[in-house]
C-alpha cells in the first residue's frame, strides 16, 4: 500500500476537526437542556409555594381544587426538570467518550506525516499529553 501523501493526510485532519466542532456543539446542546432541566427543578417548588400562598389569601370556595391543581403541575415540571438534567448528563456523556476516541485518531492521522505534525503539534499537546497520562 502507498504511504499517503501530505494533502490526504491535511484532508483527513480537516475532516476530523470538522466532526470535532460538531461535537462541541452537541455538547453546548447537551449542557443547554443541563441547565434548563435544572432551572425547572429548582424553580417549580418555589413558584409552587408562591402561588399556593396567593390562593391562601384568595378565599375561593375551590380553594382545595385549586391547590392540587397547583401542586400537579408544579410537580410536573419538577419531575420534567429532573428527567432532562439526567437525559442531558448521559448524552454528555456519550459525547465526551466520542470526543476523546476522535482526539486519539486526530494523533494517529497526525502522526503519520512530519510535515503535518510539525504544523499541528502546538494545537495538539495538550491532548496528546493527556493521551499519555492518562
Known amino acids: 500500500m502507498t504511504e499517503p501523501t501530505e494533502q ?9 476537526l ?26 417549580a417548588p418555589a413558584a409552587s409555594t408562591i402561588i399556593a400562598y ?8 375551590y380553594a382545595l381544587l385549586f391547590d ?5 403541575f408544579f410537580a410536573a415540571l419538577t419531575i420534567l426538570g429532573l428527567w432532562t438534567s439526567f437525559r442531558s448528563r448521559s448524552k454528555l456523556n456519550r ?9 486519539n485518531r ?3 492521522v497526525m502522526e503519520k506525516s ?4 510539525d504544523l499541528l503539534r502546538d494545537c495538539m499537546a495538550e491532548e496528546g499529553e493527556h493521551k499519555t497520562k492518562s
Do not use: D, P, Q
Open 114 to 117: 512530519k510535515g503535518v505534525h
Open 68 to 72: 392540587a391543581f397547583n401542586f400537579t
Open 54 to 61: 396567593i390562593f391562601s389569601f384568595l378565599r375561593l370556595e
Open 8 to 16: 490526504e493526510i491535511l484532508a483527513k485532519m480537516r475532516t476530523l
Open 95 to 103: 459525547i465526551r467518550n466520542k470526543k476523546m476516541i476522535l482526539k
Open 106 to 108: 486526530e494523533c494517529e
Open 18 to 43: 470538522a466532526l470535532e466542532r460538531n461535537y462541541l456543539a452537541e455538547e453546548r446542546t447537551a449542557l443547554a437542556e443541563f441547565r434548563t432541566g435544572l432551572a425547572l427543578t429548582v424553580i
